[in-house]
């Protein structure tokens, strides 16, 4: 496709959404696209579908994603507290036995 075009035909919008022309079909009829224009049989004449309400379709249709948080990585520890994290007085008193 040279330039993008307002009427698109079967083949096109397959083009784009990198499906077959039947699967076409089947989802534009899922999301309730129908065709603005049937030119008839023919070389290069049938069905022509309007690119706005197929893009305004599937945006309805296909939810967007949210990044997900990232997950903590397994292979890094916890962090162990170590005895010099402790205050002095804590430690002597272990130290002690009390």
Same mark, same amino acid.
């Given at each position: ?9 079967? *083949? ?9 022309? /039947? ?8 999301? %309730?696209? =129908?065709?603005? *224009? ?9 069905? /022509? ?8 379709? %599937?945006? =309805? ?8 948080p990232p997950r903590p990585d397994p292979r890094l520890k916890?962090r162990r507290s170590h005895a010099l994290d402790q205050p ?11």
């Amino acid at each position: 496709m040279e330039m993008m075009q307002m009427f698109l035909t079967t *083949a096109e919008v397959a083009e784009i959404l990198r499906i077959s022309d /039947r699967a076409v079909r089947k989802l534009l009829q899922a999301w %309730g696209v =129908k065709p603005c *224009a049937d030119l008839g049989s023919g070389r290069g004449m049938g069905l /022509r579908w309007r690119l706005s309400e197929i893009v305004e379709a %599937g945006e =309805k249709t296909v939810p967007h994603r949210e990044t997900p948080p990232p997950r903590p990585d397994p292979r890094l520890k916890k962090r162990r507290s170590h005895a010099l994290d402790q205050p002095i007085s804590k430690l002597v008193d272990e130290l002690a036995g009390s």
